[in-house]
């Protein structure tokens, strides 16, 4: 048997929206389990000029210098073409705080963050991010609005993060001259707006306890030599490096990714909270264990031969 490492991580995301209660959130997941990883947050508020504000529960702490604005990237329409599966168009220039985007037939308003009215809040073990729409309910030009932000996922990197090996040297040996396979399993949940997995001081707000959410879309991109569970995707594609290559995350490899998708909707008697559960497993042979092989190959043949020499002069004194 190989050596296998297997870690876990479970993600509580929380959204509630005063004045609206048909949201759709998306979570775009940039894993690299070899570097830092991000995911971008997004949700489309449908009543957006009758909504005063718009909050996340992320579940760990941010900081604002963390937070990356996207929506002047969808200006570029690769990037557009990427995110939305489609040709649109932006109007950067629409007002101070807020941009137009047209695809499809429809128009909605891109919200650009800004200090004057997005706040950040820690809470127990996460961060609670508040984006004031009351504050630019004149620049918000249509009942519908799109905000899109990318944070650093530390979840991820705390579980694909290199650890120590207690195990003994006698045992590590043997295990590698078992099999030369090292395995590497994750499991990650992602649940939102599931109370177990959200502080108490989160729970208790009320706008939280009556949200319903009328779709969650989750979207993973993941280099093609980890294995990932599909059988539940919605949607699986090589990611496009010519339509990623300035909207991906600085550092990522958009050349060897594979994107999954998976969504969950209701057109009526909307779901209170959603619930993904993913695996990623990755083998590879250890280099470790073939110094090992060819070490003892090495002594082996050296034992060998000095028995054979030993024999043969053994021979000789007979």
């Known amino acids: 048997?190989?050596?296998?490492?297997?870690?876990?991580?479970?993600?509580?995301?929380?959204?509630?929206?005063?004045?609206?209660?048909?949201?759709?959130?998306?979570?775009?997941?940039?894993?690299?389990?070899?570097?830092?990883?991000?995911?971008?947050?997004?949700?489309?508020v449908y009543g957006a000029k009758e909504t005063k504000t718009v909050n996340f529960f992320i579940p760990f702490e941010v900081e604002r210098d963390e937070i990356t604005d996207l929506s002047y990237m969808l200006?570029?329409?690769?990037?557009?073409?990427?995110?939305?599966?489609?040709?649109?168009?932006?109007?950067?220039?629409?007002?101070?705080?807020?941009?137009?985007?047209?695809?499809?037939?429809?128009?909605?308003?891109?919200?650009?963050?800004?200090?004057?009215?997005?706040?950040?809040?820690?809470?127990?073990?996460?961060?609670?991010?508040?984006?004031?729409?009351?504050?630019?309910?004149?620049?918000?030009?249509?009942?519908?609005?799109?905000?899109?932000?990318?944070?650093?996922?530390?979840?991820?990197?705390?579980?694909f993060a290199p650890s120590m090996d207690v195990t003994g040297v006698f045992e590590k040996i043997n295990s590698l001259i078992q099999s030369p396979i090292l395995s590497e399993k994750y499991g990650y949940s992602i649940r939102i707006n599931e109370a177990r997995l959200l502080p108490p001081e989160i729970n208790e707000i009320e706008d939280l306890q009556e949200q319903r959410i009328r779709k969650a879309l989750v979207t993973i991109s993941l280099a093609d030599e980890y294995e990932m569970n599909d059988s539940t995707c919605y949607r699986i594609r090589r990611l496009e490096p010519e339509l990623n290559e300035h909207y991906s995350p600085d550092g990522y490899d958009c050349s060897d990714a594979?994107?999954?998708?998976?969504?969950?909707?209701?057109?009526?008697?909307?779901?209170?909270?959603?619930?993904?559960?993913?695996?990623?497993?990755?083998?590879?042979?250890?280099?470790?264990?073939?110094?090992?092989?060819?070490?003892?190959v090495l002594l082996i043949g050296a034992a060998g031969s000095a028995i054979y020499d030993l024999i043969k002069l053994m021979l000789g004194l007979l």
Not at 265 to 283: D, I, P, V, W
């Open 1 to 44: 048997m190989g050596t296998k490492k297997r870690k876990f991580a479970d993600d509580g995301w929380g959204l509630w929206i005063d004045g609206d209660d048909k949201s759709t959130i998306y979570l775009n997941e940039w894993i690299n389990p070899k570097g830092k990883n991000y995911v971008d947050v997004s949700v489309r």
């Open 75 to 159: 200006a570029d329409g690769t990037a557009l073409r990427a995110l939305f599966n489609t040709n649109g168009k932006v109007d950067s220039e629409k007002t101070k705080y807020t941009s137009e985007l047209s695809y499809d037939n429809r128009t909605v308003s891109l919200i650009n963050f800004a200090d004057e009215f997005v706040t950040l809040k820690k809470v127990a073990y996460g961060t609670v991010i508040t984006v004031n729409l009351e504050f630019i309910k004149d620049c918000i030009t249509s009942d519908q609005a799109y905000m899109i932000f990318r944070i650093p996922h530390k979840t991820l990197d705390k579980i």
């Open 258 to 296: 594979i994107t999954y998708q998976w969504v969950e909707e209701r057109g009526s008697n909307l779901k209170a909270h959603y619930n993904f559960y993913f695996t990623m497993e990755h083998n590879e042979i250890s280099k470790l264990s073939m110094i090992v092989y060819l070490l003892m």
